[in-house]
T-cell receptor, first 115, second 110 residues
């Protein structure tokens, strides 16, 4: 089992540029989560999907952030335009289903640096 | 009310000692309390979890103690080893979402 796959692992970009982060969940998992981790704010849930449908995007910081899940095996998180305060590690996680007993498996993360 | 407060921020323990990390919450609707372990450069991974109707859960050297009336729970790592050096996050689950504490960086000295 390859686990959750994220790409790229590292991204350095300049302020104002568009950034796209990618995630492939574990095969058979129906729920997908995007998190952001910073020293100041810790680990925050941005958005989650169930069966490819966005369920809760209340954690998305502003309209510059958008996420899509066009099929069960792929999701993207896009930031346009990017700002230095978006610098963080972004994690994707997946689980079999929504529910407390369904363990969330995290990917290795994408470290984003916006200059 | 959605917050989970975690302490201490960092912890240094000698090999063989007991590591204790504490968390507190306000929202009594939280219905599941997992702990995650994160090594540098890796994503968090589930370590152990407890439901609020249980006061203690033990898995190997790791134990969660849960005090429902005080709205507090803690992670105890017995016989701490250098390989336990990592960041630990408590979390609380509600309505499909995990709310994480700020994390505790544990260093176990050989």
């Amino acid at each position: 089992d390859a686990g959750v796959i994220q790409s790229p692992r590292h991204e350095v970009t300049e302020m104002g540029q568009e950034v796209t982060l990618r995630c492939k969940p574990i095969s058979g998992h129906n729920s997908l989560f995007w998190y952001r981790q910073t020293m100041m704010r810790g680990l925050e849930l941005l958005i989650y999907f169930n069966n490819n449908v966005p369920i809760d995007d209340s954690g998305m910081p502003e309209d510059r952030f958008s996420a899509k899940m066009p099929n069960a095996s792929f999701s993207t998180l896009k930031i346009q335009p990017s700002e230095p305060r978006d610098s963080a590690v972004y994690f994707c996680a997946s689980s079999l289903a929504i529910g407390e007993l369904n363990e969330q498996f995290f990917g290795p993360g994408t470290r984003l640096t916006v200059l | 009310q959605q917050q989970v407060k975690q302490s201490p921020q960092s912890l240094i323990v000698q090999k063989g000692g007991i590591s204790i990390i504490n968390c507190a919450y306000e929202n009594t609707a939280f219905d599941y309390f997992p702990w995650y372990q994160q090594f540098p450069g890796k994503g968090p991974a589930l370590l152990i979890a407890i439901r609020p109707d249980v006061s203690e859960k033990k898995e190997g050297r790791f134990t969660i103690s849960f005090n429902k009336s005080a709205k507090q729970f803690s992670l105890h790592i017995m016989d701490s080893q250098p390989g336990d050096s990592a960041t630990y996050f408590c979390a609380a689950f509600l309505a499909g979402k995990l709310i994480f504490g700020q994390g505790t960086t544990l260093q176990v000295k050989p």
